[in-house]
């Protein structure tokens, strides 16, 4: 049974940056690709950015290209969201998730296998 624990959330200001966080213990993590969801208020839980095992392709949700950056350090089990020029329609609780199977892009719920717990991003505007 994977485990999944996000970090790095907060409150921010308009235009600021925030970097998330996900520990993941219990499962091989390194054959497995990795993503980030985030759920709003009121609003279904939606997809943020994937990556492959290996880190060398990412997805991201028009809503954050050119300003979020999903990586990954496999030596270390842990995935990171890097969230540059953060507007207020970003605030959110944010998830990691890893994907059901080994050749699977979480890019949706049911893609995923396992959920972390999630983190407050609020931006202030």
């Known amino acids: 049974q994977v485990q999944l624990v996000e970090s790095g959330g907060g409150l921010v200001q308009a235009g600021d940056s925030l970097r998330l966080s996900c520990a993941a213990s219990?499962?091989?993590?390194?054959?497995?690709?990795m993503g980030w969801f985030r759920q709003a208020p009121g609003k279904e839980r939606e997809f943020v950015a994937a990556?492959?095992?290996?880190?060398?392709?990412?997805y991201y949700a028009d809503s954050v290209k050119g300003r979020f950056t999903i990586s990954r350090d496999n030596a270390k089990n842990t995935v990171f969201l890097q969230m540059n020029s953060l507007k207020p329609e970003d605030t959110a609780v944010y998830y990691c998730?890893?994907?059901?199977?080994?050749?699977?892009?979480?890019?949706?719920?049911?893609?995923?296998?396992?959920w972390g717990q999630g983190t407050q991003v609020t931006v202030s505007s």
């Open positions: 998730a890893l994907s059901r199977g080994k050749t699977t892009i979480p890019s949706s719920p049911p893609t995923v296998g396992s």
């Open positions: 219990g499962r091989t993590f390194s054959v497995y690709p």
């Open positions: 990556i492959s095992w290996g880190g060398s392709n990412t």
